[in-house]
Each structure stands twice: as structure tokens, then as C-alpha cells.
């Protein structure tokens, strides 16, 4: 299995002029260094877009620029000689883009306002559009990757059904924190060592992408529910994970204010389906 990402990824100055930021420039990082942490294989596809326009060519829309035979013959011919390549590399699982790219975006593109309208329009970029076969992550879902497990760590049950999903989230090629491997497994713990494992956990959801909240039980366990809280506050994603069948209430399974502050999945199997870009590089078996 690998992945093939366009190549601005890896080389932020085939883009436009002007139009990579910071924040750009981490989430190639971050997808770059997630292949690298999980030896996921790469590979490059071509810059349709430079070849056509030459280095530090200024941004635009697909219309006016590039809607024209030339390009869409350069287009055929790089699909030509990718398609070739996977005679012998075998099909990518998937397809890195760049959102909002008149080439390479995958849930938008810039293709140019049509009598006043918006100028950007859902679906990919006029070359991986060539590759609709293709499953298509943008760089910024494939970027988020580091997960925070929050759930109760209080029997023997419960620390080994948290440790089978981080396990199987690592299967999907994402970075779990799992509480009770840094220190919060013991009732008998100083004040100090108390500190030490709430700035810990605390830093951890800073540094997470995505938190995975456990929520099973006739109520959620309270410090799972101050770290749901404490990641919306920040802005996290928040998936939460409820296998109990039992409803609080006739329209609430837990609790309107965790259940509102995320997305509530229902297995395993959902759980994965929600991440923004799980890849399977040791699959759960059905």
C-alpha cells in the first residue's frame, strides 16, 4: 500500500506565488512526518499546474487559465503516465490534494465565477478529477492524525477495552495518547504526581488533532466529560464512542451537552468511518 501525494506536499514552492501560509506549510509537515512515523510509502504525482504555467506562476482559476485544448492535453498525457506507473507499483490506497487547487483540490476547486457566481465550486481539481476511481484525502484531513483517548481507566475492563481501541486506531495510522500510560492508573497518588499527570494530559489535548471520548455507562464518567468540554473549548474534533445501548432520556443517549459537542459513533467500525483520514495500514478484521 501507498499513497500518492501531489507533489506541492513535499514541495511548497510549485504552488502559486503568494498563497502558502503557515498553517499550509504545517499541514504538509504533518502528513509528510504521519507517512514517515508509520512507514506509509509515498509517491509523487506530476505539478500539471507548473508544467503549464512555469515556476512562481501567479494563483487563479481554473477558467481563463487553463481551460484550454493545451492543458488538457498536458492533462491526458500525465494520466497516461501515472496509470502506467501503477502496472508495475500496483494502485495507490489513496489520493493526497489540496483543497481548493484548480488542479489538485479534492472537496473544492477554484474554477472561476460563471455569471457572478461563486468562483468556488464543490468536487476535485480538473486533474484528480482524472482519478474519480481513487479515494482523495485533503492534506489538511490526512493531517490529523494525533488522537487523545478520554475514557474511564478504573477496572481491568475498562483499561483493556481502551487499549484495544487505541490499538486499532494505530492501525489506522494514528498517534494515540492514552492516559493510563503516563501515570493515571494508580487511586494512590500524591498531590504533586496528581499535577504532574493533569499538565500532562492537559498538554496532550493541545497537542491532539482529534479526541476519541469513551462514554459508555448510565452516565459518562466525569473526567472524560471535562476533557470533551475542555477540547471543544479548544476547537478539537470530538468523536465519542457509545457501544451502551441504554438511553438517558427519550432524544438523549448520555447527555445533550457531550452529545451536541460531538460526533457520536456507535462501534468500532463507525469510529473509523469518522476520523478524517484513516489509513489502514494494519486494519481492523471483520
Not at 506530476?46 to 484550454?68: F, I, Q, S, V
Not at 503516563?182 to 499527570?197: A, F, N, P
Request: with cysteine; aromatic share 10%; glycine share 6%.
Amino acid at each position: 500500500m501507498y499513497l500518492l501525494l501531489c507533489p506541492c506536499i513535499k514541495n511548497p514552492e510549485l504552488r502559486a506565488r503568494g498563497i502558502t501560509h503557515q498553517k499550509d506549510l504545517d499541514a504538509f509537515s504533518q502528513v509528510l512526518f504521519r507517512c514517515e512515523t508509520f512507514k506509509i510509502p509515498v509517491k509523487m504525482l506530476p505539478c500539471a499546474e507548473t508544467m503549464y504555467l512555469g515556476p512562481d506562476h501567479e494563483p487563479g482559476h481554473y477558467l481563463g487559465r487553463l481551460d484550454n485544448p493545451d492543458f488538457s492535453d498536458l492533462i491526458c498525457r500525465l494520466e497516461t503516465n501515472v496509470r502506467e506507473d501503477w502496472k508495475s507499483d500496483g494502485r495507490p490506497y489513496a489520493i493526497i490534494g489540496v483543497d481548493s487547487s484548480p488542479v489538485c483540490g479534492v472537496r473544492n476547486t477554484w474554477y472561476g465565477s460563471v455569471h457572478g457566481s461563486n468562483g468556488k465550486i464543490p468536487g476535485r481539481g480538473f486533474f484528480l478529477k482524472r482519478f474519480s476511481d481513487i479515494m482523495a484525502f485533503d492534506v489538511f484531513e490526512a493531517a490529523c492524525w494525533k488522537v487523545y483517548l478520554a475514557a474511564p481507566l478504573f477496572s481491568e475492563a475498562e483499561c483493556d477495552f481502551n487499549r484495544k481501541v487505541a490499538d486499532i486506531l494505530t492501525g489506522y495510522a494514528m498517534q494515540v495518547h492514552l492516559p493510563q500510560d503516563c501515570g493515571d492508573s494508580e487511586h494512590s497518588r500524591e498531590l504533586s504526581i496528581q499535577r504532574e499527570i493533569f499538565e500532562k494530559n492537559v498538554q496532550a489535548i493541545h497537542n491532539a488533532d482529534i479526541v476519541v471520548a469513551v462514554i459508555d455507562g448510565a452516565d459518562a464518567d466525569s473526567g472524560t466529560s471535562w476533557e470533551i468540554g475542555y477540547a471543544f473549548g479548544l476547537g478539537k474534533k470530538i468523536i465519542a464512542l457509545r457501544t451502551d445501548f441504554r438511553h438517558v432520556g427519550h432524544n438523549e443517549m448520555v447527555n445533550l451537552m457531550l452529545e451536541q459537542s460531538s460526533v457520536v459513533v456507535n462501534n468500532i467500525p463507525s469510529l473509523i468511518q469518522a476520523l478524517p483520514c484513516p489509513i489502514p495500514i494494519r486494519p481492523l478484521k471483520e
